[in-house]
């Protein structure tokens, strides 16, 4: 196996891990709707997700473990399309917001800071900014 193909497949398995953690959210209320199916089906292509890998996760999209990146501007990067598939279920304040918490800590954002963390930035998609926008609101959050 050469290097290349060393970081390719790690580099595959943190985009399933971090689709599965968004089918995850899709799924609390145990349906997805077409409008997250649209997402989804938009985020596996970014995310170089096949269409077998695609199949295979929505139906086992628990066993995937949620892998922090190291990078904060990468967890932020998760955490809007995380915020963006709640947003889409208009569930704000329900089941799906907790689940977004916990996934944030599986993140790596401070349990003391995941409510005011999931609240602005479940606030700042419902005002529809763009990824560039909310990476840098969020990082000026506390100025």
């Not at 917001?97 to 599986?106: F, H, M, P, T």
Request: charge should be negative; charged fraction near 35%.
């Amino acid at each position: 196996m050469s290097f290349s193909d060393l970081f390719d497949s790690g580099f595959k398995k943190r985009n399933e891990d971090h689709f599965a953690a968004i089918v995850r959210v899709a799924m609390d209320d145990g349906v997805i709707s077409e409008e997250e199916k649209a997402f989804l089906d938009r985020l596996a292509r970014n995310l170089d997700i096949s269409e077998g890998d695609y199949k295979i996760i929505l139906q086992d999209y628990k066993s995937h473990p949620i892998n922090p990146p190291h990078d904060y501007e990468r967890r932020l990067e998760r955490l809007y399309d995380l915020a963006r598939m709640v947003y889409v279920d208009h569930i704000k304040g329900d089941n799906e917001e907790i689940l977004l918490r916990k996934i944030s800590i599986g993140l790596g954002f401070h349990p003391e800071n995941v409510k005011y963390v999931v609240d602005k930035a479940l606030t700042l998609v419902s005002n529809g900014v763009d990824l560039d926008t909310f990476i840098e609101e969020m990082k000026n959050m506390n100025k």
